[in-house]
């Protein structure tokens, strides 16, 4: 849970958790500091249900999932008067998924990466479409979307995954916060020195929160830090058009790809991936989700 809440905490601020497994004690005294309205998971251990139950003031939501509910084939959608009907996407997303790797020059996957692309893949299986997904020793580090392009959708997680990795560089990680700096306001300003592009007002209220004025983390020090990121996944929720993604993705240490196949440029994008050295897997499965 937490290295899931940790893909993206500047969002997670204010959240619903879901949890696939019974909430025991020590992920309960976690969900107790953050600030979230609620929790649905398929059981709790009675310690754990205790500590929720007094979150909030009592207000805090907690739900238990129901492991016997079958969801119905079809779904329904309505949008100002006009009604839409398809089927549930059912599909189970497994190691035979990732069979076909259609790559000539790396042709197989490790262990590690078939992880990590069931992974990515389960997550954009349940993020609003266009959605790619960028994951790396069992985690997600960067979701993008709901995007009209597929290649904004990798630039979108790109710069959540340049985040991720750069909040361990060694200068953030050695920010000195005054002393009664709260959480959340940490995890914003380390985002933001990250970031860099603050306006005048923003930068000299984010100096306020320092005992000493953080010196800037330059372009060539977060570039020069990247160079170390490697072995990442990449999963879309369908084909890549085009070979723009790859090319983003080549940036951000991707070293494995799982897409739907199936476009008339896949030959140029499977091309890409050899040009950078990475094994894509064509799974033949649509994740859309609308």
């Known amino acids: 849970y937490l290295r899931a809440r940790q893909a993206d905490p500047m969002s997670s601020f204010g959240d619903f958790a879901a949890l696939s497994d019974v ?8 969900l107790k500091t953050e600030v979230s309205d609620g929790i649905v998971a398929p059981g709790y251990e009675p310690e754990a249900l205790e500590i929720l139950k007094a979150k909030k003031g009592g207000n805090f939501i907690v739900l238990q999932a129901n492991a016997d509910y079958v969801a119905p084939q079809s779904e329904y959608r309505e949008v100002f008067g006009m009604g839409f009907m398809q089927r549930r996407n059912d599909c189970v997303i497994t190691k035979e998924s990732l069979a076909k790797v259609a790559t000539t020059k790396v042709t197989e996957l490790s262990e590690d990466a078939q992880r990590d692309l069931l992974v990515a893949s389960i997550a954009i299986k349940y993020t609003q479409s266009n959605s790619v997904a960028y994951a790396k ?40 916060f005054k002393e009664g700096v709260k959480r959340q306001e940490r995890i914003n300003a380390r985002v933001r020195y990250i970031e860099g592009d603050m306006t005048g007002p923003e930068r000299a209220q984010w100096e306020t929160l320092f005992d000493a004025v953080p010196e800037p983390l330059t372009e060539e020090e977060k570039n020069e830090f990247l160079t170390s990121l490697s072995g990442v996944s990449l999963s879309s929720d369908a084909f890549f058009p085009f070979r723009d993604s790859i090319d983003v993705a080549s940036q951000l240490g991707v070293s494995f790809v799982a897409q739907t196949g199936g476009s008339v440029q896949d030959a140029s994008v499977m091309a890409a991936c050899d040009e950078y050295g990475m094994a894509c897997a064509v799974t033949g499965q649509r994740l859309f989700h609308h």
Do not use: E
């Open 23 to 30: 909430v025991d004690k020590d992920t309960a005294m976690v």
């Open 137 to 176: 020793n069992g985690q997600v580090i960067g979701v993008g979307a709901g995007q009209q392009s597929r290649v904004d959708c990798c630039k979108l997680a790109g710069r959540k995954v340049r985040v991720w990795y750069l909040r361990q560089h060694p200068k953030v990680l050695g920010l000195q």
